[in-house]
């Protein structure tokens, strides 16, 4: 993998996820900051921090770029893969502790 | 794709995108440039077990499956490799973290 390829995501704590690019711009906030032209820091270090957001939230945010790039996409109106991509395999956890903060980070997000 | 795996060493997460046939090798390749140390520099560690992962096996051999946590070490100036250490951060969440619970 080449560190061009990647974006590093820094929580409040200062805890580093390295990511792939394509990962993290599931986020339209992520994907913005990273393709804008111009003056966004972020996009020449790739670097991303967030102050807002825990540690243990953001890494929760990664799982679900992740996920969305190896079930979200494939849906399709095939009846077959539906019947996969809703099935309790592909279903993407969340511990109801975490709901409100997700929530609030995958808004600012827009996630 | 497949599947990923979370690398961790201190306060870092790496997100690497692999299959289940992937040598262990092929890991420590997508690595390198990433933690600049070169493949036999590092040592990939499945934290619960402390079980170190082979580089000629693939992860389904070794039975490392997606969204697994395993743990990068590197070699040190002495040649010898350190221990494994995994920051976790230290908030709210930690008191279900220590129950050792696997979310």
């Known amino acids: ?15 580093e996820f390295v990511v792939d690019k394509e990962a993290a711009m599931v986020s339209q906030t992520i994907h913005n900051m990273l393709t804008s032209p111009g003056s966004f820091a972020e996009r020449q270090h790739g670097e991303v921090t967030f102050p807002e957001i825990s540690t243990t939230i953001l890494e929760k945010i990664c799982q679900y770029f992740y996920w969305h790039l190896q079930f979200a996409s494939s849906i399709d109106l095939n009846s077959e893969n539906l019947a996969v991509v809703s099935g309790k395999e592909t279903e993407f956890p969340i511990e109801p502790e975490l709901t409100l903060e997700l929530m609030m980070a995958a808004n600012y997000l827009h996630t | 794709m497949d599947m990923y795996i979370r690398v961790k060493r201190s306060k870092t997460t790496y997100f690497i995108r692999c299959k289940p046939t992937d040598k262990i090798l092929e890991i420590k390749l997508k690595l390198q440039e990433l933690v600049d140390q070169p493949a036999n520099n590092q040592r990939l560690i499945i934290p619960a077990t402390g079980e170190v992962l082979e580089d000629s096996r693939t992860l389904a051999d070794q039975k490392v499956e997606n969204d697994a946590v395993v743990a990068l070490t590197l070699r040190k100036d002495d040649n010898e490799f350190e221990e494994v250490n995994i920051v976790r951060p230290n908030d709210f969440y930690q008191a279900r973290d220590a129950d050792g619970a696997n979310w």
């Open chain 1, 1 to 15: 993998m080449r560190k061009e390829d990647t974006v590093k995501l820094i929580s409040a704590e200062g805890f």
